[in-house]
T-cell receptor
Framework: DQQVKQNSPSLSVQEGRISILNCDYT??????FLWYKKYPAEGPTFLIS?????DKNEDGRFTVFLNKSAKHLSLHIVPSQPGDSAVYFC???????????FGKGTSLLVTP | EPEVTQTPSHQVTQMGQEVILRCVPI?????FYWYRQILGQKVEFLVS????????KSEIFDDQFSVERPDGSNFTLKIRSTKLEDSAMYFC??????????FGQGTRLTVV
């Protein structure tokens, strides 16, 4: 069962523009949401997170927005850089513990 | 910067054989995890370990799997009798007391 969904398998954006990666979830028990970035042959790297009590969290070029009523979150990267090209995973954890439920990932390509 | 390290990076084993995947979590972390990613699929939670016992496990983590923290630094995943469908990237992760887990670079397990 796909409790965390990333419906866009890939996204291509020009350098300097905004990248918007989307994620939907179905489990209303999820209360913490994270974005990870993954390069080939490496493990996922933590990028940014947001608690369900917030609707926005910002860290430099990265901003995560959470819409609890829609069970939707998004990651904005602005401005996008070629080094941002990677697979981005949305993940969520429930109140009961720290186990992460991952989406299938979105492959971002930032072109010069 | 402290990191989670995993060995070996690649393990090839025959079906039915036992394998042990090894991890050294970040030294002051308290929670330890194993995840796996079958080729082309999402990263899946297997098990979490805290205070020398399993704290959460998924349906995937059946009797064929076991985890152990044999000393103060290592955290191992044992698969008792490997099957072809166990072929995947296995990621170890750890954290201290938060949702943001730090991942190792993974062990690619190939069962032939």
């Amino acid at each position: 069962d796909q409790q965390v969904k990333q419906n866009s398998p890939s996204l291509s954006v020009q350098e300097g523009r905004i990248s918007i990666l989307n994620c939907d979830y179905t489990n209303s028990m999820f209360d913490y949401f994270l974005w990870y970035k993954k390069y080939p042959a490496e493990g996922p790297t933590f990028l940014i997170s947001i608690s369900s009590i917030k609707d926005k969290n910002e860290d430099g070029r990265f901003t995560v927005f959470l819409n609890k009523s829609a069970k939707h979150l998004s990651l904005h990267i602005v401005p996008s850089q070629p080094g941002d090209s990677a697979v981005y995973f949305c993940a969520a954890s429930a109140i009961s513990g720290y186990a992460l439920n991952f989406g299938k990932g979105t492959s971002l390509l930032v072109t010069p | 910067e402290p990191e989670v390290t995993q060995t070996p990076s690649h393990q090839v084993t025959q079906m039915g054989q036992e394998v042990i995947l090894r991890c050294v979590p970040i030294s002051n972390h308290l929670y330890f995890y194993w995840y796996r990613q079958i080729l082309g699929q999402k990263v899946e939670f297997l098990v979490s370990f805290y205070n020398n016992e399993i704290s959460e496990k998924s349906e995937i983590f059946d009797d064929q799997f076991s985890v152990e923290r044999p000393d103060g630094s290592n955290f191992t995943l044992k698969i008792r009798s490997t099957k072809l469908e166990d072929s995947a990237m296995y990621f170890c992760a750890s954290n201290r007391d938060s949702h943001e887990a730090f991942f190792g670079q993974g062990t690619r397990l190939t069962v032939v």
